[in-house]
Structure formats: C-alpha cells, structure tokens
C-alpha cells in the first residue's frame, strides 16, 4: 500500500537557517504529492504540491522537487523565520478518488 | 463558503455515550472526506463520499462510526459508545480536482 515516510522532529532552528525535511514515499502508479502545514491551534492548510515528475512546487519561500527517481519530495527553505514554527507533514495521493496518505508530520521550531 | 467548517470545535463524552460531528464543505466540492488524527501523529483516512454516495469507508475503524451525507452537501461523522481509544482530531476535507482542502477539525476527549 501506498506510505509515506518523513524525518523525525522535532527540528530546531535559528532564525534564517536553512531548511531541510526529508520526505519519501512508497505508491503505485504516479501519485500527486503535498507538502501541508500544521500551525499551532488551526488545521491543516495546504503549503505545495506537486502533480508529477520533476515538477517543483513552490510556496513562501519553501519549495520541494518531486523526484520519481528517488521517490523523494524534500522541503527546503533558505531562510527560515520563527513565524514558520509549525508542524509540517508530508503526503500523497495516488487513488482514483483522491485519498491522502500522511506522513507522521516534523515538528520544526524556529528561535530568534 | 470561504472554507470547510467544522462544528463542534471541541467535544468532551462519557465513555459510552454517542457523539455527532458535523462538515460543512465548501459550497460546490463533490467529494468529501473524513480524516482521524490521533495526538502526534499524521492523519488517517477514515471515509470518502462523492456527493451522497459513500463510495469508501475501508477506514472506518468499528462499526460504532457511522457517516453520512444525505443531500450531498453536510456531512455527519457519528461515533456510537465513544470509548477512550476515539479520543483523536476529527478532520473533515473536501476537495476539487487533486487537492484537498481541510477543517480545523474536531477535537474528541473521551472520559
């Protein structure tokens, strides 16, 4: 079945560091995939995605490569701010229909 | 609407007793779904519909959940003799194309 597997959290950084969470997956066929952030106390919103191959999704400054070789979909940002202090989690969709696969989320924490 | 709704926002229950969590999708998404996500963890597909029709409820963890959908639109997630292993985030999403688009969801504590 289809999975998907991200680096454990929490991640801590100083402001204006660079960013990186590591993001793989397991799915049949060529899955949509998604980066979603989690702010303290909201829902989930919807930070990038990418829909195929070698596509780069790109949102706030953060940015993540789908690449089918590696079945890798990191999350980078150059420079982080303490607003990003969120959790971040890692998805997938493969199904006909749209069901979403999470990974277990990173929990990243940005001090001034 | 401007997004997905959830209400209630936070619900205490009694082991036991019955509990009914409501989605308001946004206006015009033909497909809905239902996630859990229990503390620290991602969230879990529970089930899907496209308009009324249930056309998935593999993730539904017992038969005490229940959801439904009548006119296509509301969605009622219902969890009959909650028991302590309910307690989780109920998340509600509804979608266009490939993307989904989440509630800030329900927050159940089973006593």
């Known amino acids: 079945g289809d999975s998907v597997t991200q680096m454990e959290g929490p991640v801590t950084l100083s402001e204006e560091a660079f960013l990186t969470i590591n993001c793989t997956y397991t799915?049949?066929?060529?899955?949509?995939l998604f980066w979603y952030v989690q702010y303290p106390g909201e829902g989930l919103q919807l930070l990038l995605k990418a829909t195929k191959a070698d596509d780069k999704g790109s949102n706030k400054g953060f940015e993540a490569t789908y690449r089918k070789e590696t079945t890798s979909f990191h999350l980078e940002k150059g420079s982080v701010q303490v607003s990003d202090s969120a959790v971040y989690f890692c998805?997938?969709?493969?199904?006909?229909?749209?069901?979403?696969?999470f990974g277990t989320g990173t929990k990243l924490q940005v001090i001034p | 609407g401007a997004g997905v709704s959830q209400s209630p926002r936070y619900k205490v229950a009694k082991r036991g007793q019955d509990v009914a969590l409501r989605c308001d999708p946004i206006?015009?998404?033909?497909?809905l779904f239902w996630y859990q996500q229990a503390l620290g963890q991602g969230p879990e597909f529970l089930t899907y519909?496209?308009?009324?029709?249930?056309?998935?409820k593999s993730g539904l963890p017992s038969d005490r959940f229940f959801a439904e959908r009548p006119e296509g639109s509301v969605s009622t997630l219902k969890i009959q003799r909650t028991q302590q292993e309910d307690s989780a985030v109920y998340l509600c999403?509804?979608?266009?194309?490939?993307?989904?688009?989440f509630g800030p969801g329900t927050r159940l504590t089973v006593l």
């Open positions: 206006s015009g998404h033909v497909s």
């Open positions: 999403a509804s979608s266009d194309l490939d993307t989904q688009y």
């Open positions: 998805a997938l969709n493969s199904g006909g229909y749209q069901k979403v696969t």
């Open positions: 799915a049949t066929g060529y899955p949509s």
């Open positions: 519909f496209q308009n009324e029709a249930q056309l998935d």
